[in-house]
């Protein structure tokens, strides 16, 4: 297809796909992707900090990964698993017995993250034989009506679909709400076992609950990392009425926050896991997680899939772990997201819009604010966005108000390409303090 042939098609999106799948920010137009850049049609390179909104970890196009699914596709291209059953898929679950939280070593392959939800909430409520769910506020699960009956990011998602009334929420634990001289860990464990003995006296028996669900790091909702005794206060209170822990490690998982998953990394294991993104670095897959006593109480027709656990999707996705393991990314992920957090910190005592830098490994989230109010500022996310996407670097956003710029890069980025797109990040901040009259040399002068 020609330059103007796609340009022609480019124009007619609005006409060809819905609002709500093409309109989303920045619109980009690429004709190829590798490594930790997209190539745009306009001919520029850009540098990637999303991932695909944290799927490719591995980088765009690994060779090792297409090489996988060039080789499947030549033996075959679908399954349905259980009318047939193949290799990959096989091999797939035993490798990733290796790197689960341990007891975790069953697995029902889908799709999306937002099927490994739906599964691992039926899975909940067909063991427990109870109706209900709590989750928390804040966190994202997906879009679809079950998933949705737990995702409280953003009210928008919710708007005029009414998803079932199941569902109770508790806050979710933000270490800037922590009073100064308390401790975190021992605040929000207290906070938590105060609010579930309320939610439990007035609203719900524990006994009728199925399962708490949770992001171990708030993801779409702002990338807040939750402390570590708050998590673990979660286990204890599940643990003492028989409720179901499900950790929705849909973005968190595949080495995101420096381990193989959030669960690892926090020391706490769930009792059923949703994985997906980075999982098969692009190609869809997903799974519901848990251990071989509690699948196996889930008997055939209660769940189902045609295209779960596709043998192309599942050779790719072990590639994937092969090369986690060749690179190191699980280490380079620690060691640069520690360095681009030291940069961040920098660039933070600098720009008066930087409100607060939060991450853990590279989950990395830089919330902006009004430098006179400190208010969240998501249009001011959207302007530096924009500036940073001419200049050639690609980030997102995320948070209730869109006030936190999200930071995802590949796994496999270096310390000379975190410099290069936070060097474009810098610029951008400069002139839009400059815009607003927020710079600080503007505000020296202004004071003389």
Known sequence: MTENNWMQLYHKMS???APTMAKDHPNLPVVKEEGCYYYGLDGKKYLDFTSGIAVANTGHRHPKVVQAIKDAADRLMHGPSGVIMYESILRLAEELTHIMPKGLNCFFFANSGTEAIEGAIKLAKHVTRR????????????RSLGALSVTTSKSKYRKYLQPNGLTYQLPYADPKECPDGEDPDVYFANKLEKDAASLFAHQVTPEEVACMILEPVLGEGGYIVPPKGWLRKIREICDRHGILLIFDEVQTGFGRTGEWFAAQTFGVTPDIMAIAKGIASGLPLSATVASKELMQQWPLGSHGTTFGGNPIACAAALATLEVF???????????????AREKLEVLKAKHPVIGDVRSIGLMIGIEIVHPHTGEPNGEGVMNILNRCLQKGVLFYLCGNKGEVIR???PLTVTKEQIDEGLNMLDEALTEYETEIGAHPLMTKMAGK
């Open 15 to 17: 006409d060809l796909l």
């Open 131 to 142: 109706p209900y769910v709590i989750s928390f506020t804040g966190c994202f699960h997906g």
């Open 325 to 339: 393991r060749e690179e190191n990314l699980l280490e380079n992920c620690r060691k640069v997201g520690e360095y």
């Open 407 to 409: 930071m995802i890069p």
